[in-house]
């Protein structure tokens, strides 16, 4: 009750975009899963899978939230091509965000060029509104350290070191984290269908979100885990399997079907050690194409599709669609306009 009481105010007091009024008036979801008899009644919605209270920019650059980083934790092997950490910060209960969502965070510090504050990044997340820890009162972020390495530019001082997340991978427990957010609408769940099949396209640390949907889906007791009975694909791209991301907890999914019979399913493609079936080398829109008619079949369906990583996946997954889409004498465009117009297209890059 003490920590209803205490989202309730934070969100009278940092939110106007939201109906504090139709809030306190919803009632409460019932709560059926002893784990979150205490928690449902202010971390889901009622009915749970309404839009209705998702919190967008409660806390802006100029009125941040601080959170305390509680585990820094690299997660790749010895020979992935970079580092990603997991890092999981504390926010008291104060900072409620559904999955699908970004957090902002303003590195410490200036600027080298103007000594200006430097500027929000933003960061999907990777845990479910519950938290890593299933108190509803952490988030955690999927980061890869962004070096940049240039001798012909700079002779002196070749490695050009991303700001924020150098500073979030070599962040220590107790650190303190300048937040704003939550952000962003766009890779929310479908959750009002629960038959609905998911398709989850990731490279890198584009996993992030889909992290956060097959906990809430597979690993929690949430209203939304006893409701689905879809497919939950998900296809991931790295560069090699030191490179991947969180493997142990999709094989943990897998095991795990919903109540109802939903499932995931998991393809990874692996760019230097698997070839695609020209010989070359196995990129994420390779491995989509291998079950294109599937994919395809799925859409038509109803199926939600996802994408999210680096920008430079789309290209590559369009061309490939298009190129799908001449074979089945589809008109691509139209597709994609059709797909978009029913919101099953949801697109994340950075
Ligand atoms: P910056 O300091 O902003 O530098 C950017 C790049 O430029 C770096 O690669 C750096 O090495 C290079 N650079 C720096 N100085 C120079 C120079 N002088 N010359 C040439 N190059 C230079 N990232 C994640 O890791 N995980 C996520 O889940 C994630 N989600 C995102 C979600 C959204 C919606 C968006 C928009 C972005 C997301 N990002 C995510 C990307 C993230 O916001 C940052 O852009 C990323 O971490 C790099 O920020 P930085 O401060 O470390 O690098």
């Not at 209803?4 to 007091?13: D, F, H």
């Not at 995931?264 to 194409?289: H, P």
């Not at 369906?301 to 799908?324: E, R, S, T, W």
Request: proline share 6%.
């Amino acid at each position: 009750m003490h920590l209803k009481i205490q989202y309730l105010l934070t969100v009278a007091i940092t939110s106007s975009q939201v109906s504090v009024q139709s809030f306190l008036l919803a009632p409460q979801p019932p709560s059926t899963h002893p784990i979150f008899a205490s928690k449902q009644d202010f971390l889901e919605n009622s009915p749970y899978w309404s839009r209705e209270n998702v919190l967008v920019n409660t806390y802006k650059n100029k009125t941040p939230f601080i959170g305390k980083v509680v585990s820094t934790k690299r997660i790749v092997g010895p020979k992935a091509t970079g580092e990603t950490c997991h890092i999981t910060i504390d926010h008291y209960g104060k900072y409620p965000f559904w999955e699908g969502q970004s957090v902002g965070i303003i590195p410490p510090g200036a600027r080298e060029k103007d000594g200006k504050p430097h500027s929000v990044r933003l960061y999907t997340i990777a845990s479910s509104r519950y938290g890593d820890d299933m108190t509803g009162k952490t988030v955690s972020l999927c980061v890869a350290r962004a070096n940049y390495w240039c001798e012909e530019l700079y002779a002196e001082d070749p490695l050009k070191k991303g700001v924020c997340s150098n500073y979030l991978c070599d962040s220590s427990p107790g650190d303190e984290v300048t937040m704003t957010g939550p952000s962003g609408k766009v890779m929310l769940m479908p959750e009002e269908n629960p038959n609905t099949d998911l398709i989850m396209v990731a490279t890198g640390t584009g996993i992030a979100p889909y992290r956060a949907f097959v906990r809430r889906l597979f690993e929690e007791q949430t209203p939304a885990a006893e409701a689905y009975s879809g497919e939950a694909w998900l296809f991931l791209g790295v560069a090699n399997s030191d490179a991947l991301l969180y493997s142990d907890e999709w094989e943990a999914a897998k095991a795990k079907p919903t109540a109802n019979g939903g499932k995931l399913r998991v393809e990874f493609a692996l760019s230097r050690e698997n070839t695609n079936k020209k010989g070359g080398k196995m990129y994420i829109q390779d491995k989509v194409e291998e079950y294109a008619d599937e994919v395809f079949t799925k859409l038509d369906n109803g199926a939600h599709i996802y994408f999210c990583g680096l920008k430079g996946m789309m290209p590559g997954i369009q061309d490939m669609l298009k190129a799908v889409c001449e074979k089945k004498n589809i008109n691509y465009d139209i597709w994609l306009e059709e797909l978009k117009k029913a919101k099953q297209w949801h697109v994340e890059v950075y």
